[in-house]
């Protein structure tokens, strides 16, 4: 399960999503990377985020689609709105390696 948080303001406006994902590995090698998952993210007070994906090598292919929850919800008529991603995924991120802190003794 990978939990998600994002935060993005733009002068006044405001936004906040969160949620999780989950991911089956299907094959991991040197040459083949191969996964799927589901998630459900919501951006608070406004949507409701359900979204799947497949991830194949660098590549996350998804779709995903936004049904309103707010006040808009009469004027869109409860109707959301799809969203299809390409993500290039350039490198893994290395954990940084640990250093021991030396404390003075007095």
Same mark, same amino acid.
């Given at each position: 399960?990978?939990?998600?948080?994002?935060?993005?303001?733009?002068?006044?406006?405001?936004?906040?999503?969160?949620?999780?994902?989950?991911?089956?590995?299907?094959?991991?090698?040197?040459?083949?990377?191969?996964?799927?998952?589901?998630?459900?993210?919501?951006?608070?007070?406004?949507?409701?985020?359900? &979204? +799947?994906?497949?991830?194949?090598?660098?590549?996350?292919?998804?779709?995903?689609?936004? $049904?309103? /929850? !707010? &006040? +808009?919800?009469?004027?869109?008529?409860?109707?959301?709105?799809?969203?299809?991603?390409? $993500?290039? /995924? !350039?490198?893994?991120?290395?954990?940084?390696?640990?250093?021991?802190?030396?404390?003075?003794?007095?």
């Amino acid at each position: 399960l990978l939990p998600a948080v994002l935060f993005m303001q733009q002068r006044a406006y405001r936004q906040l999503n969160a949620g999780a994902e989950a991911r089956v590995q299907l094959e991991n090698n040197a040459n083949r990377r191969y996964a799927v998952g589901m998630a459900l993210h919501s951006r608070i007070g406004d949507a409701l985020i359900p &979204s +799947l994906a497949l991830y194949w090598n660098k590549f996350r292919f998804g779709v995903s689609y936004d $049904v309103n /929850i !707010s &006040s +808009l919800r009469q004027v869109s008529r409860g109707r959301g709105g799809p969203e299809f991603s390409v $993500v290039y /995924i !350039s490198r893994r991120v290395t954990a940084i390696p640990q250093r021991s802190i030396i404390c003075p003794v007095y």
